[in-house]
């Protein structure tokens, strides 16, 4: 019986051991996987816009991170929307930018996104820009 309880005592001490390793391995990874961009807005409001104007909107980051970031692609979710962005790596402390320009076409409220894929993020950043166009009198 002595027995017993031992083996188990061994069993349940060694799984704590367990669960404490994992856990500071879980946040080791979350901390590695932590952006090196922030953005200074992840969505800005034009407010109210003429139809017939074509808008210009710029989202702005700041690398806090040791490497050099990179945009690889940027993607307006729809052709009314054109886009540009800091061709060149963008240093540690150093700020780069998306512009988008939207064709205000139709009148009404809109909401518009654009994906920006980097290599210091494994998951795209989707950007929304919001407002309403206003019809000519």
């Known amino acids: 019986m002595k027995t017993l309880k031992l083996s188990l005592a061994a069993v349940a001490f060694g799984l704590m051991s367990f669960t404490s390793v994992s856990v500071v391995e879980s946040a080791t990874v979350k ?14 409001d034009v407010g109210e816009i ?26 307006p979710s729809c ?8 061709k060149e790596a963008i240093a540690p402390g150093k700020m780069g930018f998306v512009k988008a320009s939207y064709n205000a076409a139709a009148a009404g409220a809109f ?8 290599n210091a993020e ?16």
Request: one cysteine or more.
């Open 31 to 44: 901390m590695a996987n932590a952006s090196s961009i922030v953005w200074k807005s992840e969505t800005i």
């Open 50 to 75: 003429p139809q017939g104007t074509p808008k210009p909107i710029e989202f702005s980051f700041k690398n806090t991170g040791t490497k050099s970031v990179l945009i690889t692609n940027v993607k």
């Open 79 to 86: 052709g009314c929307t054109t886009s540009d962005f800091t």
């Open 111 to 118: 909401t518009k996104t654009i994906t920006v894929t980097t």
């Open 122 to 137: 494994e998951t795209p950043k989707v950007l929304t820009f919001k407002g309403t166009v206003v019809a000519k009198s």
